[in-house]
C-alpha cells in the first residue's frame, strides 16, 4: 500500500522560504501527479500545485509566482519551496498522489509563520 | 478561478437518515469532481471522483451525482462512523476545494 512520508521546517518567520519534502513508499513514482495542498482556518483547502516525472508542472495561478515543485527520482520524493510566506501562509500542508483523484494523501506538517 | 460553493454549511441527522450536500460550480466544471470526507486530525480522504464513481474501498451508502455545475453527495442510510467534513473539488481547470460540510450525527 503507498504510503506518503513528509517533513520540513514547522515554524518560519515573516519573508523566509517554506520548503517540504514528501517520500513515497510501496508504490510506482513514475505514473501520477504528485501535488500539494494546504489547509486553513481562512481559506479552508488550497491546492499549490502538481508536478509529474520530467518536471512537467502545473501551479495554482494564486501561488504562481512563489511556488515550486522539483522531484527527485532517484529517492522517490518530490519537495514545495513557497517563497516570501507571510501569515497568511501559516496551515497544514499536506502531499498528495493524484491519479484520479487524491486519492493518498500524507500525514499533514504544521507549518506556522510568525516573528 | 473557479469557485465551488457547498451547502449546507453544517448538517445534523440521526442514525438511518438518507443524507444530500450540494456543490455548485461558478462555471462549468463537466464531471470532473471529486468528494472527500476529513475526520479531526486526519487527512482528507478521497470518496468519489468523476462525480460519481466510488473509490475503492469506499461503502456503497456513498454516491455521488450530477454534471456541469450541480452535483450531490448522497449518504443513504448515515452511520455514526460518517460524522465528519466532507469537501467537493473540481479538477476541470486548475483544482478548487468547496468550503466544506460538516455531518454531525445525532
Known amino acids: 500500500q503507498v504510503q506518503l512520508q513528509q517533513w520540513g521546517a514547522g515554524l518560519l518567520k515573516p519573508s523566509e522560504s517554506l520548503s517540504l519534502t514528501c517520500a513515497v513508499y510501496?508504490?510506482?513514482?513514475?505514473?501520477?501527479?504528485w501535488s500539494w495542498v494546504r489547509q486553513s482556518p481562512d481559506k479552508g483547502l488550497e491546492w499549490l500545485g502538481e508536478i509529474k516525472l520530467r518536471g512537467m508542472t502545473k501551479y495554482n495561478p494564486s501561488f504562481k509566482s512563489r511556488v515550486s515543485l522539483s522531484l527527485d527520482t532517484s529517492k522517490n520524493q518530490f519537495s514545495l519551496r513557497l517563497t516570501s510566506v507571510t501569515a497568511a501562509d501559516t496551515g497544514i500542508y499536506y502531499c498528495?498522489?493524484?491519479?484520479?483523484?487524491?486519492?493518498?494523501w500524507g500525514p499533514g506538517t504544521t507549518v506556522t509563520v510568525s516573528s | 478561478d473557479i469557485q465551488m460553493t457547498q451547502s449546507p454549511s453544517i448538517l445534523s441527522a440521526s442514525v438511518g437518515d438518507r443524507v444530500t450536500i450540494t456543490c455548485r460550480a461558478s462555471q462549468t466544471v463537466r464531471d470532473w469532481l471529486a468528494w472527500y470526507q476529513q475526520k479531526p486530525g486526519k487527512a482528507p480522504r478521497l470518496l468519489i471522483y468523476k462525480a460519481s464513481t466510488l473509490e475503492s474501498g469506499v461503502p456503497s451508502r456513498f454516491s455521488g451525482s450530477g454534471s456541469g455545475t450541480e452535483f450531490t453527495l448522497t449518504i443513504s442510510s448515515l452511520q455514526p462512523d460518517d460524522s465528519a467534513t466532507y469537501f467537493c473539488q473540481q479538477y476541470d481547470n486548475s483544482r478548487t476545494f468547496g468550503q466544506g460540510t460538516k455531518v454531525e450525527v445525532k
Open positions: 510501496n508504490g510506482s513514482f513514475n505514473d501520477y501527479y
Open positions: 498528495t498522489r493524484i491519479i484520479r483523484g487524491m486519492d493518498v
